[in-house]
Each structure stands twice: as C-alpha cells, then as structure tokens.
C-alpha cells in the first residue's frame, strides 16, 4: 500500500503534513514524542478514512526510532514518502550552551533524520523509488538561534549527501526551508507549507528540486 511517514508530527507543520498526504488517499504514520502529540495527530487523520499508525518515537533514540519506523511499515506496508519533522527549536548564542547540550540538540535535529533516512532509503532504492524529505530552516544564520543554524545547514547538507547516494536509484531527497515564523492565517499557515511536501513528492524526476524556499512570498 502506497503510505507516508511523518515524523514529528506536531500540531503545525507536520499534522498538515500528515492531512495532506492522506487527502491524496495515502495511508500515514505519525511519529512523536509524546502520547498526546500522537493522539492529536492521529484525530487529524480521522477524517480521511485511511490506514493510520500512530507510534512514540524520540527521535534522539536511535534504537527507538527504528523500532517505531519498523513498526510503522509493519503495520502500514515500506513508506513511499518519509518526512522528517522533529527538531529542538530554541534560542541560543554561541556560548551559550555547553558541548554536551549542543549534542543533545543535534541528536534530534540532524543525527535523528540521519538515522530515519538510513532505515528507510535503501528499502526505497531497493524498490524502485521513493521521497525523503526533510523540514529545514535558516537559509542564513542567526546569530539568536546558533544550534538550530547549525543543525539546519547540517540537514541541508544530508539531503544531498541522500541524493549522491540515492538519487541514481530514484529517491528523490530534498528539503523544504521555512523562512519565518509558522503560524495559521498567516503567509507561513502550515497548510500552505504542507503543499511543498505533496509537490516534492510527486514532480517527474526530470524536474527535481532538492530544496524549495517557503518566505512570505511563497503563497
């Protein structure tokens, strides 16, 4: 069956995420921390009528994760789409945080999508074909929020480090960079950011895109 993996799927962008891939018929797994996040997740789907798996994941897990990854395709059938959403947003300077706090926040926002794309691409490749995005953020630096620039860039970098190693085998990675403050109603709905996803996920590989800008102007 054709399905998704959200992971990270929080009340913003990645419940939308998760909407519109089920708008399309999709069966999705829900990924997050909490059994809260993952009941809310899991209500959200409830419309659509498709198959659903909801599962708690620390994405700083590593053994966790793929447990919950391997469970979702057990469930669901191997994902056609995987999106990695989680990430550790806070507001730190250089400085500020000590090395082993950097690595906690790594963990989640770099060494987590890391360990999502490598259980779940080669199974892609294997099959023909599959799409591995990631949310990313900061197309530049901020020198208010310097562990989230620097997880940032490292996931822009992975994406494609994925597409080197991936791409000949058609898994088509890219990452979707949200320039602004995520709020509903706004030019950064999540709604409206969720569509990048769907784009991604479906343009012809003659017209990849590895990483699409959402500003206030993307509307």
Do not use: C
Request: hydrophobic share 50%.
């Amino acid at each position: 069956m054709s399905g998704a993996v959200v992971i990270g799927a929080g009340p913003g962008i990645g419940q939308a995420v998760a909407r519109r891939f089920a708008r399309e018929g999709m069966a999705v797994a829900v990924l997050a921390r909490t059994a809260q996040t993952v009941r809310a997740a899991e209500a959200a789907l409830a419309p659509f009528g498709v198959p659903t798996a909801g599962l708690r994941a620390d994405s700083a897990d590593e053994d966790g994760l793929r447990a919950a990854l391997d469970a979702a395709a057990e469930r669901l059938g191997p994902p056609d789409a995987v999106v990695y959403n989680a990430a550790v947003v806070r507001a730190d300077a250089v400085g500020d945080l000590s090395a082993r706090e950097h690595l906690d926040t790594y963990a989640v926002n770099v060494l987590g999508a890391l360990t999502a794309a490598a259980h779940t691409a080669p199974g892609m490749a294997a099959r023909g074909g599959g799409t591995f995005i990631v949310t990313g953020g900061m197309p530049r630096a901020k020198a208010a929020y310097a562990s989230l620039s620097l997880g940032k860039a490292a996931v822009r970098t992975l994406v494609d480090l994925l597409h080197l190693q991936y791409g000949p085998a058609n898994v088509h990675a890219a990452s979707v960079t949200v320039d602004g403050p995520v709020a509903a109603g706004t030019a950064f709905d999540p709604d409206l950011i969720a569509e990048h996803y769907w784009h991604l996920h479906t343009e012809p590989r003659e017209r990849w895109r590895h990483e699409v800008l959402h500003t206030d102007q993307a509307v």
